[in-house]
């Protein structure tokens, strides 16, 4: 380990003066010296927390905070004349939690490095060839374009896309219902978040899962398990 590295590595916590990369240089910006707290492998965020953030969904605001040393939406809040929390808002906000979470990365939190032998933090701005993260409010060409690559795929209109973390599990319940010899519908139906959805809707999942490669191809030799009983 460097010297550099074994600074930011004992780095508890405090005061980060921050840079900016700029060109070939680096500024620092004086008004944005502020506590951070270490979160992940070299890197910080803001000790002000939690942060609330607009969900996107008018009279919903996203709560974000650390947990288990990561950022991650901690809870939803339904402000005065917003709708009711449910099932159908929480399915909403699914793939705008994840994009939420990337804008309030690049705003909230730095990437730790050494200056004139002291810990600081430096902005998540820097081009993708560059190996490190995005700021999501950048207008450069080169970085608006992977921002694109980055967004959550577009569904139909009024139906948010499937997350990776939602087909991750809908592989999870198929190879299940698979070992128990049980439907896809019976073994969705003894999950909260999974009851209450058609047939059909449950067999396109498994197509979605099988499309990203969380599941193999149909192997025609091995009859899938059926979506009900009767199938």
């Known amino acids: 380990m460097t010297g550099d590295e074994d600074l ?23 008004n944005l010296a502020r506590e951070y707290t270490p979160i992940g492998d070299g890197w910080a965020i803001r000790a002000d927390r939690p942060f609330p953030l607009p969900s996107g969904i008018p009279g919903v605001t ?15 809040r339904s402000d005065d004349g917003g709708p009711a929390i449910g099932a159908g808002l929480l399915r909403r906000l699914e793939p705008l939690i994840l994009a939420k979470g990337r804008v309030l990365f690049a705003s909230h939190v730095v990437r730790l490095v050494v200056r004139d032998g002291v810990v600081g933090g430096e902005l998540p701005f820097a081009r993708p060839s560059a190996g490190r993260f995005v700021n999501f409010a950048e207008p450069n060409a080169d970085v608006t374009e992977e921002a694109k690559k980055r967004e959550p795929p577009k569904g139909r209109p009024g139906r948010p896309p499937l997350s990776d973390a939602r087909l991750d599990r809908v592989a999870e319940l198929y190879r299940e219902a698979r070992l128990q010899g049980i439907s896809m519908a019976e073994r969705c139906g003894k999950e909260k978040e999974f009851r209450g959805y058609s ?28 979506t009900t009983k009767e199938d």
């Open 199 to 226: 047939h059909a809707t449950i067999r396109n999942w498994v197509r979605r899962a099988r499309k990203r490669e969380k599941l193999p191809p149909v192997d025609r030799s091995t009859p899938d398990p059926p």
């Open 62 to 76: 996203l709560l974000y905070d650390l947990r288990d040393g990561r950022l991650a939406c901690v809870a939803v």
């Open 8 to 30: 930011i590595g004992t780095w508890e916590g405090g005061t980060l003066r921050v840079f900016m990369p700029l060109g070939h240089e680096t500024v620092e910006i004086e």
